[in-house]
């Protein structure tokens, strides 16, 4: 692999054995004045990553930016580990799974070397198509929804998958995605943490700035010890790995978006299950905040057999997101339970009496 | 079950296991173990999470034990003896069929009616796992269950690192679900012998759309397309009036059907090039979607409508050791090499007793076929072949003595 490869595709096998080779020590990448450029541009990395545009050097105009940019990753991953925040993990792996899908596709003779490197089994490289075996397709086409990626669609022989070099770059972006995505916290011990500390506090306050751009906060700090039952027991369900029926999923995420949970938050709260399908749920996430969905009211709940657990509050109202405003006004208004109640109970005993009414009207 | 018949299944079990061939499953000492034993019965307790350090050791166990059940997990652990499932350290798992009759749709009648279907299922999946996945042989076991079924494990190390979700996808594959018309019809010109012009269809030059079938000669490809020959000339030899009746196609459109079904020449077009582009006026995409639907039913593998699938992709199950005794038969778990299935004979070939008499009380009135034995029997006290008595007292039917 050329030295500009090692470059691009800094998490690759061939790349970490390079680096190895280099010798530098985490603590002088994070001190070192030779190293200066390569800490900025693992922020600039950070930066783009977050705002979805991760552009890499098109060309080296000598051995140091390549440098540069090789350490730069390894830097960002010190600072991404140590920052700990699943969301920017996930873009982090995603955003240079991405580049690399298209820097594959403008230069196809990189597939062989890189499918080599991810240890994928194929043969038969042709000009538009290679055959890769099924293990390989399987594991990395499952998240490709359209119909025509099952392997039951696939010219299937003795055990290989033969595709077109668009489909094997695709493959290689979800499998480096992968590769990323759980290599990652990597353990930061507490002093190099500490000899990176102006690096990690910009890091939080880009991502901090990126999640506010997402987060709509009118309710303020999200509070599930506030939630309503059937919201609490939906959230425990997923977290023991049960599956929600899709009404379910449906009130959950549109209640978690009402209340001002930033999507990527929402999709985390899924994110528990071996199973987890981090495009699917994202796409249901994304499909409910883009329209603005509301969560469905305690009739429609009750309806879809989604309401569980009343509890005298449920009693007062007629939405779940009215019983954690409630609970909200209770919580920072301890003082005015007394009143809150002494009206409700007057409403109610008003509300008895006009039953009481309605009824004898209907017996005259 | 009363003690006395409990003691001599024991006594039986425990003579197959001093004597049997079972061999240890690869890497054995990664193996969780669960055991489900007489004594309790009819209580089902399933002991669990025992390891063999040895092939001596496993085989000791057996024959002290004389288990009803025996199973081994699919998977690979790095401390199978632990108690609970996340500290035993999952290392990958064998890739696992599991046919069972008790799960195929439309389930048959008899046993041995039940067992030869199960039987053609598992032909079927035999292919897919030799000429679509490329599995050598040798990473192949196949195994009648003793039950109601046969079990494929696969050894193939590309396999063991698959997760549930994988697995799952190989069932899918298997069963043909999701095949798309679109994959497999193709527009490009087709070259032929029985070209387009020939005089035998009305001088046509010229063929607006030009199908033909996609990668009809290997995988999902061919088996459609062998399907849809198979299926043209069996309709042909119907009387008019059920001919391709269970597809939809006007009066004309199947006078056209009929001609290709009864021409040679276009059959092997079909079979080599996957031609389609027969006529003009004819919406092949309409035939070969119906085609594809029926094709999917018939030839993917019946893997049961759902309890199958859960099957291979639970990658922590346990699954009955090859080579042991089906406590709710006395049949072997026997292993069969693949091109012996077919003349297999599960109600002879798999009984691990003899046929010396012995006495059973039979407590309720029984059918059944054993060795090509019908039996009958009503209750009272009768002396039969002994894998038939051992069978009955299995079921939990009978008791042993007179």
Known sequence: ?364 | MDELTKRFLRFEFQKYYEKAEIHAPPSLNMREWGFIQFDPMPEIIMRRHKSFGSYGEMREYLTAMAPAHCYYSVAYYAAPAAPVMNRKEWKGADLIFDLDADHLPGAKKTYSEMLEHVKSETLKLIDFLTDDFGFYENNIELVFSGGRGYHFHIYDPKVKDLGSAERREIVNYIRGRGLSVDSYLSKEAMAGDYGVGSKSFKGMKKVPEKYSIKNQDTGWGKRITKYMIEYLVKESEKDEKERFNNIQATPTEKKKLLEISKNPDALHDIEVNGRLDFFKAFDFRKFFKQIIEMAADEVGVDAGASVDEPVTGDIKRLIRAPGSLHGGTGFIAKKIKLDELENFLPLSDAFAFGKEEIPVRVGKPFSFELDFKEYDLDVGSYKIPKYAAIYLMCRGVAKYGS
Do not use: W
């Not at chain 1, 099924?134 to 998958?161: A, C, H, P, Q």
């Open chain 1, 1 to 364: 692999m050329r030295l500009e490869d090692i470059a691009l595709f800094p998490y690759l096998n061939e790349s970490s054995v390079y680096i190895s080779k280099l010798d530098i020590s985490p603590e002088s990448l994070a001190t070192s004045r030779a190293f200066e450029k390569a800490r900025r541009r693992a922020i600039n990395r950070i930066e783009g990553v977050l705002s979805g545009d991760l552009s890499k050097p098109a060309s080296f105009s000598n051995e140091s930016e390549i440098l540069v940019e090789i350490l730069s990753y390894i830097y960002a991953r010190i600072l991404i580990s140590s920052v700990n925040e699943a969301a920017l993990i996930r873009k982090f792996a995603l955003q240079e799974a991405i580049f690399a899908h298209d820097t594959i596709l403008k230069n196809k003779d990189l597939i062989p070397e890189i499918s080599k490197d991810l240890g994928f089994i194929f043969k038969d490289v042709e000009i538009d198509s290679v055959a890769i075996h099924f293990t390989d397709y399987i594991k990395y086409s499952l998240s490709l929804k359209n119909i025509s990626s099952k392997m039951v669609n696939k010219r299937v022989e003795s055990g290989f998958v033969t595709i077109t070099h668009n489909e094997v770059a695709r493959l290689i972006q979800e499998a480096i995605r992968i590769k990323i995505e759980f290599s990652l916290p990597a353990t930061i011990p507490d002093d190099l943490q500490e000899l990176c500390s102006n690096d990690i506090k910009e890091v939080e306050t880009i991502f901090n700035e990126f999640k506010k751009d997402y987060v709509d906060t009118d309710f303020g700090e999200i509070m599930p010890g506030l939630f309503p039952p059937c919201i609490r027991k939906a959230l425990t369900d997923v977290k023991s790995g049960v599956n929600l029926a899709h009404s379910m999923r449906f009130a959950l995420v549109s209640f978690l978006y009402n209340i001002g949970m930033g999507n990527e938050d929402i999709i985390n709260a899924f994110n528990v299950s071996p199973d987890f399908d981090y495009e699917k749920t994202s796409y249901q996430v994304n499909h409910i905040s883009k329209n603005e969905y509301k969560c469905p009211a305690c009739s429609t709940m009750v309806t879809y057999g989604n309401c569980f657990g009343k509890d005298e509050i449920c009693e007062k109202i007629k939405h779940p997101l009215g019983y954690y405003s409630r609970k909200i006004y209770f919580s920072k208004n301890p003082s005015n339970t007394k009143t809150v109640k002494a009206k409700e109970e007057k409403e109610e005993t008003e509300k008895e009496i006009s039953k009481k009414e309605a009824k004898e009207k209907e017996i005259n």
